[in-house]
């Protein structure tokens, strides 16, 4: 069954998190990526909740392949800022056979901000690897390096 985008709860949402991350706030551990978009090369901006899991940090995308995700395939970078710190990283894709226990951990950590993305694919934080395995493609995983 191809996966089907879901876009966010409502637009109002994710204007309130950037609002509040702007000034400081993060809401559920959330951060303002910003990403050169891919055609224009202006600064995108989307609110992201970075997953730090075994001592990395990484960027998933429960909603699938959506603009933030193309523009940081294409220009391997990423801001991450929260007020007025901001930190810049390298963005690396994780490969779909390495995605299980990102995907199961990300899910663990924000079941109720993200886990009707999930359920679209039958999944839950008990879903075995192979489950994942099945559907690792439709959900974008990247690993962040902090730029020195």
Known sequence: MPHVYQGPTTPTVNRLVMWFARRGVS??????????????????????????????????????????????????????RLGRGNRVY????VSDDAKAPLLRAYLAR????????FEADSLDTRSTDEQWQAVASHYPVFALTERG
């Open 110 to 117: 924000w079941k109720g901000e993200v886990g009707k993305y």
């Open 90 to 93: 390298r963005a690396t894709e």
């Open 27 to 80: 809401l559920m551990g959330a951060r303002i990526l910003t990403v050169r978009g891919r055609t224009s090369g202006e600064p995108r901006r989307a609110p992201v909740n970075p997953l730090t899991h075994e001592g990395a940090l990484y960027l998933v995308a429960p909603r699938g392949h959506v603009q933030w995700t193309r523009n940081l395939r294409a220009s391997g970078e990423a801001e991450l």
